[in-house]
């Protein structure tokens, strides 16, 4: 199938290309994120790949399909960045990769806490200068801390084992809760899993109801030094509330991997440029917080697994099989 890859990179490229071998689909490369106003680069493909920062609402879709295209394959897990509604309007299908290591962001999430909780961010940068002082650099162990999992999905249950591994007691907040899971954690109202937890990671996924579930009055109900981890979605945070929560010390530290205005940093290079995001540049001032841009999913596992699942499903579309991996508003909608 004729397919126009947007927001390309080098690992997409080689990944997306090895994994063709096996589906000799006809790939186009394109470095530009999809949004309205490239979306005419989509011309004339049946089917479109992108990632989390290409813009798929409404107009782009309604552009797309003028333009012949029928399928959207997303090369993430995540679709908040669909309008799925619109979608089943124009009649354009769209699959995701629901499930791929979920080990890779679940280790990323473990190696923040273990780089903030050490501080090995700092020390790192001490010792290259000759700095071996130690003062600055006080942890604390793990091992019989508190720590809280929002969201026990694929990624949640894995970081709450491992979290379990370490001796840390587990606590989990899930609108549906996973038995597995109850065999090393404790569910418990999202009011005590914040007032308890030491350690808080988020692994739901951003809808309107998880919009920026971590505001300013639910950072006044965690417990004070509190760590809160993110490789989910950036904008289950006010960023400007966590950020008055750390000054105020009321938050100890904070590790993301995900920003909610990211679409406009992460994936370049922008060290020769100043940074015009001031809500970012002032997380950056942070001696207690760590950013990383995206990564969590950046392992060749995952990636692998990633570029195979989406030709694959790219493949079951053009064959016209059923499409396990199809995610819809739910809304039957008739088309002529
Ligand atoms: P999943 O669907 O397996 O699990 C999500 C869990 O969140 C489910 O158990 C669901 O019941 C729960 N949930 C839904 N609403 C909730 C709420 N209001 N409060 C608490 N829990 C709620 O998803 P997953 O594969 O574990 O991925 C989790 C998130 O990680 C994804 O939504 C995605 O945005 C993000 N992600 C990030 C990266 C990265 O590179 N940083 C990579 C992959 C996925």
Request: proline fraction near 4%; glycine fraction near 8%.
């Given at each position: 199938?004729?397919?126009?890859v947007?927001?390309d990179?080098?690992?997409?490229?080689?990944?997306?290309?090895?994994?063709?071998?096996?589906?000799?689909?006809?790939?186009?490369f394109?470095e530009?994120?999809?949004?309205?106003q490239?979306?005419?680069?989509?011309?004339?493909?049946?089917?479109v790949?992108?990632?989390?920062?290409?813009?798929?609402?409404?107009?782009?879709?309604?552009?797309?399909?003028?333009?012949?295209t029928?399928?959207?394959?997303?090369?993430?897990a995540?679709?908040?960045?669909?309008?799925?509604?619109?979608?089943?309007?124009?009649?354009?299908?769209?699959?995701?990769v629901?499930a791929?290591?979920?080990h890779?962001?679940?280790?990323?999430?473990?190696?923040?806490?273990?780089?903030?909780?050490?501080?090995?961010?700092?020390?790192?940068?001490?010792?290259?200068e000759?700095n071996?002082?130690?003062?600055?650099?006080?942890?604390?162990e793990?091992?019989?801390?508190?720590?809280?999992?929002?969201?026990?999905?694929r990624?949640?249950?894995?970081?709450?084992?491992?979290?379990?591994?370490?001796g840390c007691?587990?606590?989990?907040?899930?609108?549906?809760?996973?038995?597995?899971v109850?065999?090393?954690a404790?569910?418990?109202?999202l009011?005590?899993?914040?007032?308890?937890?030491?350690?808080?990671?988020?692994?739901c996924p951003?809808?309107?109801?998880?919009?920026?579930?971590?505001?300013a009055?639910?950072?006044?109900?965690?417990?004070?030094?509190?760590?809160?981890i993110?490789?989910?979605?950036?904008?289950?945070?006010?960023?400007?509330?966590?950020?008055h929560?750390?000054?105020?010390?009321?938050?100890?530290s904070?590790?993301l991997?995900?920003y909610?205005?990211?679409?406009?940093?992460?994936?370049?290079?922008?060290?020769?440029?100043?940074?015009?995001?001031d809500?970012?540049?002032?997380l950056?001032?942070f001696p207690?917080?760590?950013?990383?841009?995206?990564?969590?999913f950046?392992?060749?596992?995952a990636?692998?697994?990633?570029?195979?699942?989406?030709?694959?499903?790219i493949?079951d579309?053009?064959?016209?099989?059923?499409?396990?991996?199809?995610?819809?508003?739910?809304?039957k909608?008739?088309?002529?």
């Amino acid at each position: 199938m004729r397919v126009v890859v947007f927001s390309d990179k080098p690992y997409w490229h080689r990944f997306l290309t090895e994994a063709n071998e096996a589906f000799g689909h006809d790939l186009t490369f394109i470095e530009p994120n999809l949004n309205s106003q490239t979306v005419a680069l989509a011309d004339g493909y049946p089917a479109v790949c992108v990632f989390v920062h290409d813009q798929v609402d409404a107009a782009v879709l309604g552009s797309l399909r003028k333009g012949g295209t029928n399928l959207v394959a997303l090369r993430c897990a995540g679709f908040n960045n669909v309008d799925l509604e619109a979608a089943a309007e124009v009649g354009i299908k769209v699959v995701r990769v629901p499930a791929y290591s979920p080990h890779a962001v679940a280790e990323h999430a473990v190696s923040l806490i273990l780089t903030l909780n050490r501080k090995i961010h700092r020390a790192y940068a001490r010792v290259r200068e000759g700095n071996m002082a130690l003062e600055g650099l006080l942890g604390v162990e793990l091992h019989s801390k508190t720590v809280g999992i929002l969201g026990t999905g694929r990624i949640g249950a894995i970081v709450g084992q491992i979290m379990h591994g370490f001796g840390c007691r587990v606590l989990a907040y899930d609108p549906y809760p996973n038995d597995e899971v109850r065999r090393f954690a404790e569910y418990v109202s999202l009011d005590r899993l914040s007032a308890e937890s030491d350690v808080i990671t988020l692994h739901c996924p951003l809808t309107p109801d998880t919009y920026h579930l971590v505001d300013a009055q639910w950072l006044k109900q965690v417990k004070p030094g509190c760590m809160i981890i993110n490789t989910s979605r950036g904008a289950l945070i006010d960023t400007r509330a966590a950020i008055h929560a750390l000054k105020t010390e009321r938050l100890g530290s904070l590790g993301l991997d995900v920003y909610e205005e990211e679409a406009d940093l992460f994936f370049e290079d922008l060290s020769e440029r100043v940074i015009q995001d001031d809500v970012f540049a002032r997380l950056l001032t942070f001696p207690n917080v760590i950013i990383t841009a995206h990564q969590g999913f950046f392992t060749r596992e995952a990636i692998s697994q990633i570029a195979a699942t989406t030709l694959a499903n790219i493949r079951d579309f053009e064959t016209g099989g059923p499409l396990a991996n199809e995610v819809s508003s739910g809304r039957k909608v008739k088309h002529k």
